[in-house]
């Protein structure tokens, strides 16, 4: 799922490849909390899984991309290591949440996630054209593919529950 602002358009345009990094981290975030969100708001089994595998993978390219940034921008690899050695744990529990299911639009959220994947596949890519560091479009090509995986996947669940056919979409 991609960053975007309520007109659906990335934030500012990213011109230095540690920028397009960021970018993307801002992407995975997104992605994990709109995911996150879907979940706490949903008593669907079957489609919180889904959301839950694919939150694994928004971490996993989180935790990719990061280290890519580490490794090619000194301050904030500096920032990491003067931060590294901090262990603060949670001082109280987190506040309760009583979702209110009735109301949810799953479909919507779903069709949502499909728009996201299918976004952050067109950002990837352009930063993928535009990136000279074999390691980064290798880790970027991954990731691609995880998120056209993701969107098919999303489909399949949209499909299931969305009495209206997609043009005979299987």
Same mark, same amino acid.
């Given at each position: 799922?991609?960053?975007?602002?309520?007109?659906?358009?990335?934030? $500012?345009?990213?011109?230095?490849?540690?920028?397009?990094?960021?970018?993307?981290?801002?992407?995975?975030?997104?992605?994990?909390? $709109?995911?996150?969100?879907?979940?706490?708001?949903?008593?669907?089994?079957?489609?919180?899984?889904?959301?839950?595998?694919?939150?694994?993978?928004?971490?996993?390219?989180?935790?990719?991309?990061?280290?890519?940034?580490?490794?090619?921008?000194?301050?904030?690899?500096?920032?990491?290591?003067?931060?590294?050695?901090?262990?603060? $744990?949670?001082?109280?529990?987190?506040?309760?949440?009583?979702?209110?299911?009735?109301?949810?639009?799953?479909?919507?959220?779903?069709?949502?996630?499909?728009? $996201?994947?299918?976004?952050?596949?067109?950002?990837? !890519?352009?930063?993928?054209?535009?990136?000279?560091?074999?390691?980064?479009?290798?880790?970027?090509?991954?990731?691609?593919? !995880?998120?056209?995986?993701?969107?098919?996947?999303?489909?399949?669940?949209?499909?299931?529950?969305?009495?209206?056919?997609?043009?005979?979409?299987?």
């Amino acid at each position: 799922m991609s960053y975007t602002n309520p007109k659906g358009q990335p934030q $500012g345009i990213a011109i230095l490849d540690t920028n397009k990094l960021r970018e993307i981290l801002i992407s995975e975030i997104d992605a994990i909390n $709109g995911y996150e969100e879907h979940i706490a708001n949903s008593n669907m089994e079957d489609i919180n899984e889904v959301w839950k595998y694919i939150i694994e993978d928004e971490k996993k390219h989180y935790g990719l991309i990061l280290s890519l940034l580490r490794k090619y921008d000194p301050m904030q690899y500096q920032a990491y290591r003067e931060h590294i050695n901090i262990k603060a $744990g949670p001082k109280s529990p987190m506040q309760t949440y009583t979702p209110d299911y009735n109301k949810q639009l799953i479909l919507n959220n779903i069709r949502e996630d499909i728009k $996201g994947e299918f976004e952050a596949v067109l950002l990837y !890519e352009q930063h993928l054209a535009s990136m000279p560091y074999p390691d980064i479009q290798n880790v970027l090509y991954t990731i691609i593919n !995880e998120e056209k995986g993701h969107a098919e996947h999303l489909t399949l669940l949209l499909l299931k529950y969305d009495t209206d056919r997609y043009n005979g979409l299987e």
